[in-house]
Every structure is written in C-alpha cells, then in structure tokens.
C-alpha cells in the first residue's frame, strides 16, 4: 500500500522560503509520478509541481516557476518542494500525490489520476 507523508509546512512572511518534504512508501514498481497539490480556502485543489521517479522528468504550474524547485532523495525516499520568494498567494494547504497509473509528469496535473495522497501540510505567507 502506498504511503505519503509531508512536512515542513509553516508560518512565512512574503519572501520567505519553505521546504516541504514527502516521504513515500510501499511502491511496487519505479514507474511513477510524485506530484504537489494545494488548496488554499474556498477554492480548488491545483497541481504546482510534478517529479517523474524513473527519469526525473520535472513541470512546473506558470505561477510557480522560478520560484518552486521540485527534487527526490531516492535513497531516502524523499521528495522535496523547495518553495523561495513566496507570496500570499501561495498559502494553502500543500499535498503530495502519487500517480502511477498514467505516470506522465506533465500539464495539466488532474487529481483524479492519483492512487495515494498524504494527509496535507499548511503553508502560510503572511505578514
């Protein structure tokens, strides 16, 4: 079973820098897909980021680009969003998903593809 677990979620002021963490587990194949997700309130959850696990393949969301850098510690299983220059619009509630059905990492990040989310960690930006 499939297992994902963030951390590193918190309180920033504009400008500031986070890194979320995912922690993976219980993969039975390398053919697939870690992805992050947010919500912020009232609105719906969006794709920001996208990491392949067989070929490192990475896609960013227009609105995060040059700004969010999405890695993976495959020793670790771990995969990072290092979030800089954040903005109040960037607060939410952040996900990380796992797809490993279509596998793709690229545009548009649709939730309904991804088997396993972890439980969600928050990222404030606020002054």
């Known amino acids: 079973q499939v297992q994902l677990v963030e951390s590193g979620g918190g309180l920033v002021q504009p400008g500031g820098s986070l890194r979320l963490s995912c922690a993976t587990s219980?993969?039975?194949?390398?053919?697939?897909?870690i992805s992050w997700f947010r919500q912020a309130p009232g609105k719906e959850r969006e794709g920001v980021s996208c990491?392949?696990?067989?070929?490192?393949?990475?896609y960013y969301e227009d609105s995060v680009k040059d700004r969010f850098t999405i890695s993976r510690d495959t020793a670790k299983n771990l995969v990072y969003l290092q979030m800089n220059s954040l903005r109040p619009e960037d607060t939410g509630v952040y996900y990380c998903?796992?797809?490993?059905?279509?596998?793709?990492?690229?545009?548009?990040?649709?939730?309904?593809?991804?088997?396993?989310w972890g439980q969600g960690t928050q990222v404030t930006v606020s002054s």
């Open positions: 998903a796992a797809d490993w059905v279509q596998a793709i990492c690229a545009a548009p990040l649709a939730p309904g593809f991804y088997g396993a």
């Open positions: 219980g993969f039975i194949s390398d053919l697939y897909v």
């Open positions: 990491i392949s696990n067989i070929d490192s393949t990475t």
